[in-house]
């Protein structure tokens, strides 16, 4: 295990830098904006591209990527909600999403307002769903943008910084101790159990406020 970590490890670092830190912005924008999301994981672009990171500029510098691609993805899905919005809702893809998370993610968006976009972030589906929900609202563009920003920022840090750490520790591991593949792997494991434990935590009080705001009104 140790060689092909090694191996996987030492192409992502070989390289070029400016690439690798494009290609995880570029990612992150499709993520949001054309809902690739649903189907590819920003976090495993964001962890790959992170254990590419080996120096504190090229993680400084992923980070900022990271964030500028979240935020003109989400910026594109606001602005298609806003235009086209409803017609994305009832197309093919509108409708293999399916119409039962249109409306989570609307009653969501009544309900919290920014802190629903702020949470969405880190939340399956939503994160991708929201930006075009508060696009066919009447939330304004401005307001949007201000929830997002430090949302997108805690995410990109939090990430680049477990990926990057991660391999950094592998690598000095690597030459010493023979099972230092099974701790970058369990490391990683560990990092995302911890991220699906929280997700599913916020999800599960987020579903609970809601359930009691609407209890009143039945």
Known sequence: MDQLLTWVIDAVQSMDPVLRTLIAGV??????????????????????????????WQGVFLV????????????????????????????????????DHWVRSERYLQRRGGIAIFLSRFLPVLHSLVPLTVGMSEYAYRRFIAWTLPACVLWATVYVSVGSLVAGSYKELADRVHYAGYLFVGAILLFLVIVFAVKKVISRREEHHMSDADGPSA
């Open 27 to 56: 990612a992150i924008m499709l993520e949001t904006s054309i809902l690739i999301g649903l189907i590819v994981p920003g976090d495993t672009v964001v962890l790959v591209a992170a254990v590419g990171v080996t120096d504190v």
């Open 64 to 99: 900022i990527a990271v964030v500028i691609g979240s935020l003109l993805g989400e910026s594109i899905g606001f602005w298609l909600g806003h235009w086209i919005g409803p017609h994305i809702r009832h197309s093919r893809i509108g409708r293999w999403i399916g119409e």
